[in-house]
Structure formats: structure tokens, C-alpha cells
């Protein structure tokens, strides 16, 4: 997918409409007169809403303030928490994506490209891998530290409830660090796995001290110190049309990653089904009947 391509796959993020592209391919318009500028960088600005949610708007100022001293911050946490090997944690989210050379992959929240540049690994020769993050300042600097040989890559900044794509686009998505603290996080639970083509990987983590560690002497102040590690996973908010979900807890048990397989469609119980080889009508819905 090269620049005309990816401005072309666009669609608004609210309606999933097609967007027109301007003459000099610097302004994308949608049906309503909403316009999105192409940045000289080649940096999309595809948010919504224009003016952000309080939290969302709070999470933008503060990694923007953040972005020189964000990498060392990060480092520092993987050390703390049970000297927790940074390289191989994150190479370890990276392979739930199972990503292959040629594939197509999302990423929400990219930051300053730590994770990015294992899934530019994966995906080259011919991939594509389009970067997001809430923060201009964020992702310059991933588009400054990353490295384009065999790979296309793309940027724009967005908000992961209103991603500016049509369904079935990619063939994984993957997001970790900022989804408790999402305005909208049920929905962007559902638009994670609905640009994400049937039978593709959705990753997604964040803080979450495990329960039975929760009233440990350093888990406590860990918790009192900073409270987004008081969050809870939020199983809740995962989609219905997913398969092989499986939860892990990880560096320290103080963050989860969660990953499932997205399927065309949600799962269904045949409670009509008769059960076999007995003399008498039996299936889950009489069972249900006379259960009340």
C-alpha cells in the first residue's frame, strides 16, 4: 500500500464514508464538509472528535509533554516490576499478532515506535504497517526512529473509538498502554476488531496488578503510587464476534495483554438441538423452560 493508496483507504471516522481527496492531496473532506489535513510529513490528522473527550484530551497533553523523556520512563517500569526484560516482553506481545511478510497491520497507540519496529520486522518484505497515536508529538518521533526499507509505513493521529477505516482492512491490530484510560473503550473495542478481517489477531494491554498479588507490601504501594494499576480488565467490553481468547498477565504481573481471533460472526447455542439416543424430547430450551 503506498501514500495514494492509504489516503484513498481513508474513510470518515464517523459515518465510514469515502472521503474526497483534494487536487494537491493535502486535505481530505467528508460528505459533511469535515475536513482532514495531510501533515508535510505525510502524518494524517484523522481525530474525532476535533474537540476530545476531557480524558482523551488530558492523555494527548500529557504524552505530548512526555515524548523526550518517554522511552527511559518505560524503561524503568520494566525494571521495577520484577526486573522484567523489556526486549523479550515486548517481543512476546509482538508474536500473538502472528504476523507473516506481505500481511497488513494496525497499530493503536504507537508511541515512539518501540513496538513498531518489531512489527515492521514481521511484516517486510511488502507489508504495510499503519501508525497511530492520540499525540502529534508521539508519533513524529516514531516516524523519525522507524526505518521504511522492504515495508510501507503510514501515520496518522486518531483516536482508537473512531478508527478511519472500512471493515475487514487488516489482518491484525495490535494496542498496548493506553486503553484503560480511553473515553469511549467499549467502542474501541469493537472498532479494533471491526477493521480487523475475519480470522486476523487482535492484541490489546494495559496496566492491571493481578488479583492475588493485589494485597502484597509492594503491590500495595504500587498501587497506592500510581492507580491506573487499580484497573480492572476490562473482559466486558470485548466484542461478541470473537474466538480463542486467551488472557495473560505480564512483566510482573502488572499488566495484561489479552488477545482473540476476530470471526464473521458472534457464536450461537443451538438450544433447539435434540439431544440423541433418549426415549423422551430433550434440548436446552425445554431444559431452560423448566428451569423457570
Given at each position: 500500500?503506498?501514500?495514494?493508496?492509504?489516503?484513498?483507504?481513508?474513510?470518515?471516522?464517523?459515518?465510514?464514508t469515502a472521503l474526497r481527496i483534494s487536487e494537491d492531496r493535502k486535505t481530505l473532506v467528508s460528505e459533511d464538509?469535515?475536513?482532514?489535513?495531510?501533515?508535510?510529513?505525510?502524518?494524517?490528522?484523522?481525530?474525532?472528535?476535533?474537540?476530545?473527550?476531557?480524558?482523551?484530551?488530558?492523555?494527548?497533553?500529557?504524552?505530548?509533554?512526555?515524548?523526550?523523556?518517554?522511552?527511559?520512563?518505560?524503561?524503568?517500569?520494566?525494571?521495577?516490576?520484577?526486573?522484567?526484560?523489556?526486549?523479550?516482553?515486548?517481543?512476546?506481545?509482538?508474536?500473538?499478532?502472528?504476523?507473516?511478510?506481505?500481511?497488513?497491520?494496525?497499530?493503536?497507540?504507537?508511541?515512539?515506535?518501540?513496538?513498531?519496529?518489531?512489527?515492521?520486522?514481521?511484516?517486510?518484505?511488502?507489508?504495510?504497517?499503519?501508525?497511530?497515536?492520540?499525540?502529534?508529538?508521539m508519533l513524529k518521533r516514531a516516524q523519525e526512529k522507524l526505518s521504511t526499507d522492504e515495508a510501507n509505513v503510514?501515520?496518522?493521529?486518531?483516536?482508537?473509538?473512531?478508527?478511519?477505516?472500512?471493515?475487514?482492512?487488516?489482518?491484525?491490530?495490535?494496542?498496548?498502554?493506553?486503553?484503560?484510560?480511553?473515553?469511549?473503550?467499549?467502542?474501541?473495542?469493537?472498532?479494533?476488531?471491526?477493521?480487523?478481517?475475519?480470522?486476523?489477531?487482535?492484541?490489546?494491554?494495559?496496566?492491571?496488578?493481578?488479583?492475588?498479588?493485589?494485597?502484597?507490601?509492594?503491590?500495595?504501594?504500587?498501587?497506592?503510587?500510581?492507580?491506573?494499576?487499580?484497573?480492572?480488565?476490562?473482559?466486558?467490553?470485548?466484542?461478541?464476534?470473537?474466538?480463542?481468547f486467551k488472557l495473560h498477565y505480564v512483566f510482573g504481573n502488572a499488566f495484561y495483554v489479552m488477545e482473540f481471533?476476530?470471526?464473521?460472526?458472534?457464536?450461537?447455542?443451538?438450544?433447539?438441538?435434540?439431544?440423541?439416543?433418549?426415549?423422551?424430547?430433550?434440548?436446552?430450551?425445554?431444559?431452560?423452560?423448566?428451569?423457570?
Amino acid at each position: 500500500m503506498n501514500q495514494n493508496e492509504f489516503l484513498e483507504s481513508l474513510v470518515c471516522p464517523v459515518s465510514g464514508t469515502a472521503l474526497r481527496i483534494s487536487e494537491d492531496r493535502k486535505t481530505l473532506v467528508s460528505e459533511d464538509g469535515t475536513t482532514y489535513e495531510v501533515g508535510e510529513t505525510g502524518i494524517v490528522n484523522m481525530l474525532y472528535p476535533k474537540e476530545l473527550l476531557p480524558e482523551d484530551a488530558r492523555e494527548q497533553y500529557l504524552y505530548d509533554q512526555a515524548v523526550l523523556r518517554y522511552d527511559q520512563g518505560v524503561s524503568w517500569v520494566f525494571q521495577t516490576l520484577n526486573h522484567s526484560d523489556e526486549a523479550a516482553t515486548r517481543k512476546f506481545f509482538i508474536d500473538l499478532m502472528e504476523l507473516k511478510p506481505g500481511m497488513t497491520a494496525l497499530e493503536v497507540g504507537a508511541g515512539t515506535g518501540k513496538d513498531s519496529a518489531l512489527i515492521l520486522d514481521r511484516i517486510k518484505p511488502g507489508g504495510t504497517a499503519v501508525l497511530s497515536d492520540l499525540s502529534p508529538n508521539m508519533l513524529k518521533r516514531a516516524q523519525e526512529k522507524l526505518s521504511t526499507d522492504e515495508a510501507n509505513v503510514h501515520y496518522f493521529l486518531g483516536n482508537g473509538s473512531y478508527l478511519p477505516f472500512a471493515d475487514n482492512t487488516f489482518d491484525a491490530v495490535f494496542h498496548f498502554g493506553g486503553i484503560n484510560t480511553f473515553s469511549e473503550r467499549k467502542r474501541a473495542f469493537d472498532e479494533l476488531a471491526r477493521v480487523v478481517k475475519p480470522g486476523g489477531k487482535v492484541v490489546v494491554g494495559d496496566e492491571s496488578v493481578a488479583p492475588w498479588l493485589r494485597n502484597t507490601p509492594t503491590y500495595t504501594t504500587l498501587l497506592k503510587a500510581n492507580p491506573l494499576f487499580r484497573a480492572e480488565v476490562p473482559i466486558e467490553d470485548v466484542p461478541l464476534n470473537i474466538e480463542d481468547f486467551k488472557l495473560h498477565y505480564v512483566f510482573g504481573n502488572a499488566f495484561y495483554v489479552m488477545e482473540f481471533r476476530v470471526t464473521a460472526n458472534p457464536p450461537e447455542v443451538d438450544v433447539d438441538l435434540l439431544m440423541p439416543g433418549k426415549d423422551f424430547v430433550d434440548n436446552w430450551r425445554i431444559r431452560a423452560e423448566k428451569a423457570e
